[in-house]
C-alpha cells in the first residue's frame, strides 16, 4: 500500500493556482457562504495534490468543503468517482454533492463469481478525481483494493475523522496515514457558530477531549438537544425508551416512526437489539389483520419495519448499511425489501 501510494505522488498535478484561487472566490460569494481558512486550504490543495486526507471533528465543515472540492474538480473539467464503505454514507455523500456515489465495493465492481475486484492496476477506475468519505472504516484490504485501481494520473481525496467508527477488518488506515506524515493533511478544528449552540457538538468534543459531558435530564420543556435518561436497571431503560417514543418525541414535534434510531451496546439482555427491536416494533409497527409477517431465526419481520442489511450479498448487490423497508411486493428493489 506504501509503495501505491508512493507511485501515485510520483506523477505531481500541473494546476494554475490563480484560476483556482479566483474560482474559489466566484464560488463562495455564488453560493453565499465563507470558507474559514482551513476550509480554503483544503480545497486549494484538493487542486494541486495528488492525495489529500482531509479531517476534523464535527461541525468543523468537512461536508461543505468536500462539496467545494467537488465542485472544483467539475469546473476544472474533470472526471469524478465519489464512494463510501457503507451504502448508507454513499446516499449521504450523493446527496451532498450533487454526484452519483457508490460504495466502494461497487466502484471496485466486485465479482461474487471470482470473489475479486474488477477494478485494479490493470483496470484502474474511469476516474480523474476520486473521493472517499467515511474513510475512518477503510481497512487494509479495501484500502489497498482501492488504491491498485486508483489511475496513475488521478487525485485521491479521503475524508473522516478517526475519532469516529473504525474498520471492523484489521487496520486503522485512516489514523495511520495522518500518523505517517508522509500524506498532505488538513485537519479542520473551527467550529461553526451555528453548531457551537449543540449540545451533542459540544459534549462530542468535550468526551474526545477526556471531559464528562454537560447533561440535561429529559423533560418537555428541553434548553438542550442533548438530554439524558437515568435508568439505573435495564429494566429501567426499556420502559423509559416506551415513554420516550409514546409520549415524549412526539410532543417535541418528531415521528418516532421516522425520526428516531436507538443504539446498543449489546444483542443480548433487556436493552439488547434483539429485544429492543422486539418492543420497538410492537410500539411503531403493530399488527393488524392483512398485515404481511415473516418469521425467520426466531426473528419477526413485518411489512413496514425498517430494516437494514448486515452482511454484504454480493449476487443481490446489498451491502452492508443498506437501509430500507419491509413491503409486500413479491420482488424488493434496492431500499424496499419484500416479504
Not at 451555528?194 to 440535561?216: D, F, K, M, W
Amino acid at each position: 500500500m506504501a509503495k501505491r501510494l508512493h507511485q501515485l505522488f510520483s506523477r505531481p498535478v500541473v494546476v494554475d493556482k490563480e484560476r483556482v484561487v479566483g474560482w474559489i472566490d466566484k464560488f463562495t460569494k455564488a453560493t453565499g457562504m465563507e470558507l474559514s481558512s482551513g476550509q480554503r486550504q483544503a480545497v486549494e490543495m484538493a487542486a494541486t495534490q495528488k492525495v489529500l486526507i482531509l479531517t476534523g471533528v464535527p461541525r468543523t465543515g468537512k461536508t461543505f468543503t468536500t462539496r467545494t472540492i467537488v465542485a472544483l474538480w467539475k469546473a476544472m473539467g474533470k472526471s469524478i468517482a465519489l464512494a463510501s464503505p457503507t451504502g448508507r454514507a454513499a446516499q449521504r455523500l450523493s446527496e451532498m454533492t450533487g454526484c452519483e456515489a457508490k460504495t466502494i465495493h461497487r466502484l471496485l465492481e466486485f465479482d461474487p463469481k471470482t470473489m475479486k475486484f474488477k477494478r485494479d492496476l490493470e483496470n484502474p477506475i474511469e476516474a480523474q478525481a476520486v473521493g472517499i468519505d467515511e474513510a475512518s472504516m477503510l481497512d487494509l484490504f479495501l484500502a489497498h483494493s482501492l488504491l491498485k485501481a486508483i489511475p496513475n494520473d488521478a487525485q485521491l481525496l479521503l475524508v473522516g475523522d478517526i475519532n469516529q467508527l473504525p474498520s471492523v477488518g484489521p487496520g486503522n488506515v485512516l489514523r495511520d496515514l495522518i500518523a505517517s506524515k508522509q500524506v498532505p493533511v488538513v485537519r479542520l478544528e473551527q467550529v461553526f457558530r451555528q453548531a457551537q449552540t449543540s449540545h451533542i457538538v459540544s459534549n462530542a468534543h468535550r468526551i474526545n477531549s477526556g471531559q464528562y459531558p454537560r447533561l440535561e435530564s429529559v423533560s418537555l420543556n428541553p434548553r438542550s438537544d442533548c438530554l439524558w435518561l437515568n435508568a439505573p436497571e435495564p429494566e429501567h431503560g426499556v420502559q423509559g425508551i416506551r415513554e420516550l417514543l409514546t409520549d415524549v418525541i412526539p410532543k417535541l414535534g418528531f415521528d418516532p416512526a421516522k425520526d428516531v434510531q436507538v443504539l446498543c451496546p449489546m444483542t443480548r439482555g433487556e436493552v439488547g437489539t434483539r429485544n429492543l427491536n422486539a418492543v420497538l416494533q410492537e410500539l411503531l409497527n403493530s399488527p393488524y389483520q392483512g398485515k404481511a409477517e415473516l418469521f425467520r431465526c426466531g426473528m419477526k419481520l413485518r411489512v413496514g419495519d425498517r430494516i437494514i442489511q448486515q452482511v454484504n450479498d454480493y449476487n443481490r448487490e446489498v451491502f452492508n448499511g443498506d437501509r430500507g423497508n419491509c413491503s409486500n411486493r413479491h420482488r424488493g428493489t434496492r431500499g424496499d425489501s419484500a416479504v
